[in-house]
């Protein structure tokens, strides 16, 4: 079974909002909504995820930029936004999704996520992860 398909089984199976498979095993797994565990992974984990593969709920353009980043080699996400796979399809990331959506919106529905507005202008994966630091408050 390859990285991507195991990582959608737990994301699945355990109900999470994020996987991240490598080499067969499960690296990195959490329940925790928005950014933060992408965040985590881009700050915290960064040189043992290179190749790996993520599932995930929602990927917007920030998101994408993360994977980028981080070095993934391949992203599924239930919902994935128009800008997300503009980045990963010009970072050659395989992808897969069971939605697209011109942009991901907030949690409550009423405006564009605050991630994608703070990505929208950015190419840079260091800048972006200063802004979600901000954005975060650490």
């Given amino acids: 079974m390859k990285d991507i398909e195991i990582a959608k089984e737990y994301l699945e199976k355990e109900n999470l909002c994020i996987a991240v ?28 995820l290179k190749g790996a593969s993520i599932a995930d709920r929602v990927i917007g353009k920030g998101a994408a930029m993360l994977c980028k980043y981080i070095g993934i080699k391949e992203v599924y996400a239930q919902l994935m936004s128009n800008s997300a796979i503009d980045v990963l399809r010009k970072s050659n990331i395989a992808y897969a999704y069971d939605e697209i959506c011109p942009y991901i919106k907030n949690r409550d529905k009423t405006d564009i996520c605050p991630i994608e507005k703070l990505s929208k202008d950015v190419e840079n994966g260091d800048v972006l992860l200063k802004r979600i630091k901000n954005f975060l408050g650490k």
Wanted: net charge neutral; aromatic share 8%; charged share 35%.
């Fill in 21 to 48: 498979v490598k080499d067969g095993n499960l690296i990195f797994k959490s329940s925790e909504k928005g950014i933060k565990p992408m965040y985590t992974l881009a700050t915290e984990m960064k040189e043992d």
